[in-house]
């Protein structure tokens, strides 16, 4: 048996026959267990079931477990490439009896496996049990193992525990002697740590429960639960003692030679065996939804990412290596996890631009370091301060440089960085203060100096666990809490609101009590989730599950969506210079504002619909990838308005302009800089009306629609009305528009004939007004009319200028108490006195402010018509003066 991919199927394939359900693989990021960084064993996704907390309609189940060890308790990254078997990803295989099987099928389902169907001798083969388990020490001998390789272990090794309280339970495990031309000696010997006797098996018999005061009680639902490493089983049955000669790390070895073109074995296969391994566990974090960052999973990942580039480029490789592994990796590993397969194009591009990155940073900053070196005696540490400014100023980060001097035989004053970085800190601290926020936002600054940022697992699931980190209530932190309250938890599925889409609201739930959430925001990458303790109370510390609410987030994703979408028709239709201006993603209707001059008409605003419809119908996928702002842009992405970018966006795309659903390269219908979230697919959509096109503000339009669901309610609604007003207009249905227009250009008519008779009504009394008289000189006609809108004093007070020649017009029109004020002033006087002046000298009489206009015409208004005359009085003082 050669292929680790035949051993897992063999090994999964027995324990289906044996009635396990063959359960997929978790992610990596664990949605269940907020505590870990990432999934390290294969329990992890079953922890609910074995505490109870959860059903499913299996009690039996076996996996091959994705697994990765590279931070925190479980960091095995430093020793990975110089040993024979750590790693930073692996896979666990394992089987799980949920209370149904316990010691007697485990063992046996076990010693089954491995001597029949793997074929190992027997003979080789040594047990552990812990050391007051007469239980499974018996049940070992039953099965054919001699007494005297079965060991009975005293100390922790063999009693496993989920944590300081809950189930727990004594282990067994299986070792194998790979002979005595290996030192080392056999599990509870002084010699264990050697490599002569390595464990390829573990049981756990999850059988008691710890309580806080130290006492067990057996578990009602006693339980299995397994795990062995593919790798290490990999090695044995292939006939080596190295995990890295297993064929699928034995041909991610030989593609990191050929693309570096140098040799697999000698003084470079370290550097082979660190690019395997790391290979993998940046692919799967990757296709598991994890980018780099500078917090906490991402920055994890970059890390693993710059260790295997920095021995690439110790292979003398002079271009981006990882990214030209990828494909082998899919090869090897595929078939078993199509997540791989699905997710490479993203894995590529996010190990290119990244090493891309990482060659700028590591040239500059291994330069920048020689300088420093230079200026030190000999074999001195490197200050603290120099270490921070390569890491603050040129993005060299501390391990790198430590890694870099190991190889000069000198270190880092870790002392001085550390004091750096919190002086640091403490400017940004006050730069946060002062910035013109609440005073009382420093506390979610304090947050993220104690706890850092908040990690979002939105994109990829609306249901996760986490712990909570702080709760806050009036503004100060509290050690419980009833009633109103604002939590901050390490990881959220929830949405905080930022770029146009509002925030998530749902439900968090721990043991003690239930809050709904209302609202969810993000100060300093903090997210804050606001709402109301509905059920209890909630503490710091707990483990919570959050939920999101599905049909609103549905419903907000689709009208996201539906923006880009309309964003891309808009800038077709109407030209480039339109760009967005503001955004709402609700989830009852969206809105867009977009730079334009002008009224969109009715046919400009179909045609928009009718092509924003057309690419949901394409149901093309909506993808999205990470790069830098500057490739994005070189690609055409539309940046959002007003957005922050840091290094690095993520870029989203959705329908394709010649229907093939292959985009991000020029076929692509619309490419924008995004941080919400999305639908999966442009059909998700569903349908889109717009409801009408209004001014924003000064060169600005706005857009309302709506998508989905509430889409179709509109629409119902317009068929009903277009039917009611079909029936009103004696028309048929399809002529009703065309009726509207005709009554619209009627009214259009009439309205136009009654302004005009109006006027001529208003001319006709002005004819002989005793205020048509000589002021300061100036032939002035003043009138106060009814009858009349201010709509129609400019054509009225034209007539007049003309009637007159030379001189001034006053009039005041008297609607219903309120008076509009227009004044008008021939050409061969607007030397002298303003139309304005005369205006603005009358409206305030009339209980209004100001007016304006130019010299020779000026409007205005006020609240009391009945002070009429004392405004033509104030007029007339001003033609006095003049």
């Known amino acids: 048996m050669t292929s680790l991919n035949d051993i897992r199927s063999t090994f999964l394939d027995y324990f289906a026959r044996q009635g396990h359900e063959v359960v997929p693989s978790s992610p990596l990021v664990p949605r269940n267990d907020p505590t870990l960084m990432f999934v390290n064993s294969g329990m992890v996704q079953f922890k609910n079931l074995f505490t109870g907390v959860e059903k499913r309609d299996y009690q039996r189940a076996t996996t091959s477990q994705k697994c990765v060890r590279a931070g925190g308790k479980h960091n095995d990254l430093d020793n990975v490439g110089y040993t024979a078997r750590h790693h930073t990803f692996f896979e666990m295989l394992g089987n799980f009896s949920f209370g149904d099987y316990f010691k007697d099928d485990a063992i046996a389902f076990a010693w089954e496996l491995i001597t029949r169907d793997f074929g190992i001798d027997k003979s080789k083969l040594l047990t552990t049990v812990y050391h007051t388990d007469d239980e499974a020490f018996e049940i070992w001998k039953k099965v054919g193992v001699p007494e005297d390789r079965i060991i009975r272990i005293a100390t922790s090794d063999n009693f496993w525990q989920m944590g300081p309280t809950g189930p727990c339970g004594p282990c067994t495990e299986i070792f194998y002697d790979h002979g005595d031309h290996i030192w080392g000696g056999p599990p509870g010997s002084a010699e264990e740590d050697g490599d002569r006797f390595i464990e390829i098996w573990n049981i756990v018999f999850m059988q008691n429960e710890q309580f806080a005061d130290g006492s067990m009680v057996p578990l009602d639902m006693q339980s299995i639960d397994t795990g062995m490493g593919l790798e290490r089983i990999g090695a044995l049955l292939q006939g080596s003692h190295d995990n890295y000669d297993t064929d699928t790390m034995r041909a991610l070895m030989e593609a990191s030679a050929n693309a570096s073109s140098t040799d697999i074995d000698g003084t470079q296969n370290v550097h082979h065996r660190v690019i395997a391994d790391h290979l993998r566990s940046t692919s799967f974090l990757i296709a598991d939804g994890v980018m780099p960052s500078n917090d906490g999973r991402g920055y994890v990942l970059r890390r693993i990412m710059r260790r295997a580039m920095r021995h690439a480029h110790l292979l003398g490789a002079k271009d981006p290596l990882m990214h030209r592994l990828v494909p082998a990796l899919v090869s090897q590993m595929g078939q078993a996890y199509p997540e791989l397969g699905q997710a490479q194009a993203l894995i590529a591009e996010t190990l290119k631009l990244e090493e891309e990155r990482f060659r700028q940073t590591l040239d500059r900053g291994l330069k920048l370091l020689d300088e420093e070196l230079a200026d030190l005696p000999e074999g001195s540490d490197l200050p603290g301060a120099a270490a921070f400014k390569l890491y603050d100023t040129y993005g060299f980060p501390l391990d790198l440089t430590q890694d870099a001097l190991r190889e000069k035989g000198r270190g880092v004053d870790t002392d001085g960085f550390d004091a750096a970085m919190a002086e640091q800190k403490a400017k940004a601290r006050a730069a946060w203060s002062g910035s013109g926020d609440a005073a009382d936002a420093t506390i979610w600054f304090d947050i993220a100096e104690e706890h850092g940022v908040t990690e979002f697992l939105g994109y990829d699931t609306e249901v996760a666990e986490g712990q909570i980190l702080a709760l806050v209530t009036d503004s100060a932190r509290v050690d419980a809490a009833k009633g109103d309250v604002t939590l901050v938890l390490n990881q959220t599925p929830f949405y905080a609101e930022s770029g146009g889409q509002v925030g998530d609201t749902g439900v968090i739930r721990t043991e003690t009590g239930t809050v709904t959430i209302t609202d969810t925001r993000k100060v300093a990458d903090v997210f804050l989730h606001i709402g109301h303790v509905t059920e209890g109370e909630v503490k710091p510390g707990q483990g919570a599950e959050l939920r999101v609410d599905h049909d609103r987030r549905t419903t907000i994703r689709a009208n996201h969506s539906a923006t880009h979408l309309l964003h891309e028709a808009l800038r077709r239709a109407l030209g480039d210079h339109v760009a967005q201006r503001g955004s709402l993603n609700a989830p009852d209707r969206l809105r867009f504002d977009f730079s334009h001059g002008k009224a969109l008409s009715l046919e400009e605003l179909a045609g928009i619909e009718a092509e924003v419809n057309a690419f949901i119908r394409q149901n093309a996928p909506v993808d999205t990838r990470i790069m830098t702002p500057d490739d994005a842009r070189g690609l055409g992405a539309q940046a959002l ?242």
């Open 641 to 882: 308005f007003g957005e922050k970018y840091g290094d690095e966006v993520r870029v989203v795309s959705m329908g394709t302009l010649d229907g093939s659903g292959k985009g991000m390269d020029g076929n692509t219908y619309s490419l924008e800089l995004c941080g919400g979230t999305h639908v999966t697919r442009t059909g998700d959509i569903g349908v889109f009306v717009t409801l009408g096109d209004s001014a924003s503000s000064a060169g600005v339009r706005r857009i309302e629609a709506l998508t989905g669901p509430a889409a179709f309610e509109y629409l119902s609604q317009q068929d009903h009305r277009m039917g009611a007003l079909a029936l009103e207009l004696n028309a048929q249905p399809g002529d009703v528009l065309d009726r509207i227009k005709a009554l619209k250009d009627e009214r259009k008519k009439l309205e136009n004939e009654v302004s005009q008779l109006r006027r001529e009504l208003a001319m006709a009394g002005g004819a002989s007004t005793p205020d048509a008289a000589e002021v300061g000189g100036i032939a002035f006609h003043a009138q106060v009319l009814s009858g009349v809108t201010g709509k129609d004093l400019a054509a009225i007070v034209d007539e007049h200028k003309a009637r007159l020649g030379s001189g001034a017009v006053l009039l005041i029109a008297d609607a219903g108490g309120k008076a509009a004020v227009a004044a008008g002033v021939t050409d061969d006087l607007t030397d002298r006195i303003s139309a304005v002046d005369l205006v603005r000298a009358a409206t305030p009489v009339l209980g209004g402010k100001g007016g304006g206009g130019r010299p020779d015409f000026a409007q205005g208004g006020g609240a009391d018509a009945s002070k009429a005359d004392d405004a033509i009085a104030a007029a007339k003082d001003v033609l006095k003066g003049a």
